[in-house]
């Protein structure tokens, strides 16, 4: 029955949503795989190896500081023109962008213009792309009802997609035998399929929901204003799960392939290989949990029954609803375990018991069951907190953010923390796991009485 109601998502309309996402990550993916190469083309020979690693980085981060602005931009028109003209218009820069950084001459043949000309392309990159993940998933869940976790969980199934084919080009790229202009190919024809997107999204229809609000005169003139006013815990809730995924997926997997290789740990070739099956794995438990609880939803609940003494163990409790004597699992609590999968696989990444391929692969199942129980289950999650009037600006805004301070930073965050030891580094991820996932568990009313009493100190202060 699930795999029915899948299938009958694999349309056009699917193809025309999600391919800003798969090429938003797969250009990511490469971005991060390849640093070391965009830091020899970009940046002078003449700083040391590390600090032009660094430089790199600094470059990736800057497209994820622009991504506020954008959020913001299309946020509002998402709310208020439509979800339809908010994807378009974003996939117009996204592709501009992308050519561009294809198209930049190196450092050696135009001197510092090179570098200023892919921090600009990157800045137009984070503002046009800021809306793709979570506009896709809103316009998927909002037209397809029936099927709310597979529908939403749908963009987050390709942006693994994206980062599994980044992945691939980038080994390719890697081998020694390519030439080196090679990385420059994908990063055109990437480009290129963002004006195909466009020729494709042009025959999109509005999203139901949309259409409704509008028939209604239901319009929000100021979703910012609607949101900070009304939702404050709504807004906690997105920025704390977005910044804990930004900081997982930047740090576990782009980085994450940085660090071993430049301390000699794993061979270049095997690290990008090993990331690249953590997320071939990632696609796979993101379509088995939204499979699971769609069924669930449906009533083909998966029990299990409790012993005398009404005792469960740690795991069971997280994914579950206790009702006597069975126990149903559903999204919420499918979403919590990932997020403390997430703190096991930030310590097996790490400080694996030995640097072979066993634990290695051992590791990479873990980051991919973390990654794929969040992925299949936030989307739906953060789409019921906000109300359709403004669920675009507050998932696309409050997201960009989170990402912009956590996300974008997180490689140079955990290239400092690491030159201290890297057990911070796993805190760091462990900290912002634990955050995101104490707050699941908030009630909209406990965050709604810290807003009163934060408004009551502000009020007092200025008397």
């Known amino acids: 029955m699930v795999t029915m109601k899948f299938n009958r998502l694999l349309n056009q309309q699917t193809v025309a949503i999600c391919i800003g996402t798969f090429l938003e990550w797969g250009e990511f993916t490469l971005f991060g795989y390849l640093i070391d190469k965009i830091a020899a083309v970009f940046y002078p020979i003449t700083l040391n190896h590390n600090l032009s690693i660094m430089a790199a980085f600094a470059t990736f981060a800057v497209s994820y500081i622009a991504r506020p602005l954008g959020g913001f931009i299309f946020g509002i028109i998402g709310d208020t023109i439509g979800r339809k003209p908010a994807m378009y218009y974003s996939l117009i820069g996204m592709g501009i962008a992308t050519t561009t950084i294809g198209l930049i001459p190196a450092y050696g043949d135009i001197g510092i213009l090179s570098p200023l000309l892919l921090i600009i392309?990157?800045?137009?990159?984070?503002?046009?792309?800021?809306?793709e993940l979570c506009g896709g998933a809103i316009y998927l869940f909002e037209n397809n009802p029936q099927t709310p976790y597979l529908s939403s969980s749908l963009n987050g199934i390709v942006a693994a997609c994206g980062m599994f084919g980044g992945a691939i080009i980038a080994v390719i790229i890697s081998l020694p035998y390519m030439p080196s202009w090679s990385w420059r190919i994908p990063f055109i024809i990437g480009g290129a399929a963002c004006f195909w997107g466009l020729?494709?999204?042009?025959?999109?229809?509005?999203?139901?929901?949309?259409?409704?609000?509008?028939?209604?005169?239901?319009?929000?003139?100021?979703?910012?204003?609607?949101?900070?006013?009304?939702?404050?815990?709504?807004?906690?809730k997105t920025f704390c799960i977005a910044a804990f995924i930004g900081i997982y997926i930047y740090i576990c997997n782009i980085w994450w392939i940085s660090h071993v290789t430049q301390n000699n740990l794993v061979d270049k070739i095997d690290a990008k290989a090993y990331s690249t099956l953590g997320q071939g794995l990632m696609i796979i438990f993101t379509l088995t949990f939204a499979s699971l609880t769609e069924y669930a939803k449906a009533g083909k609940s998966f029990t299990h029954t409790i012993n005398n003494s009404g005792k469960t163990n740690l795991i069971t409790n997280l994914i579950i609803n206790k009702n006597k004597t069975k126990m149903i699992i559903n999204g919420i609590g499918i979403l919590r375990l990932g997020l403390f999968c997430s703190i096991l696989a930030a310590y097996l990444l790490f400080m694996p018991?030995?640097?072979?391929?066993?634990?290695?692969?051992?590791?990479?199942?873990?980051?991919?069951?973390?990654?794929?129980?969040?992925?299949?289950?936030v989307f739906k999650y953060l789409s019921d907190i906000f109300p359709p009037s403004i669920r675009y600006t507050g998932q696309s805004f409050i997201w960009s953010i989170a990402v912009a301070i956590f996300g974008g930073s997180a490689p140079l965050v955990a290239q400092t923390l690491s030159r201290i030891n890297i057990?911070?580094?796993?805190?760091?991820?462990?900290?912002?796991?634990?955050?995101?996932?104490?707050?699941?568990?908030?009630?909209?009313?406990?965050?709604?009485?810290?807003?009163?009493?934060?408004?009551?100190?502000?009020?007092?202060?200025k008397k």
């Open 121 to 131: 392309a990157r800045i137009i990159q984070g503002i046009s792309i800021s809306s």
């Open 199 to 236: 020729y494709i999204r042009s025959k999109l229809s509005e999203s139901d929901i949309f259409l409704n609000i509008k028939l209604h005169d239901k319009l929000v003139a100021h979703p910012i204003r609607e949101l900070i006013k009304h939702h404050l815990p709504a807004v906690i």
């Open 353 to 377: 018991i030995a640097w072979t391929a066993p634990y290695l692969i051992m590791a990479e199942i873990m980051y991919a069951l973390g990654n794929g129980a969040v992925s299949a289950t």
């Open 423 to 461: 057990k911070y580094v796993i805190i760091y991820i462990a900290s912002s796991a634990m955050l995101a996932f104490m707050i699941t568990f908030w009630k909209n009313h406990v965050l709604s009485n810290l807003k009163l009493k934060v408004e009551y100190c502000y009020k007092c202060t």
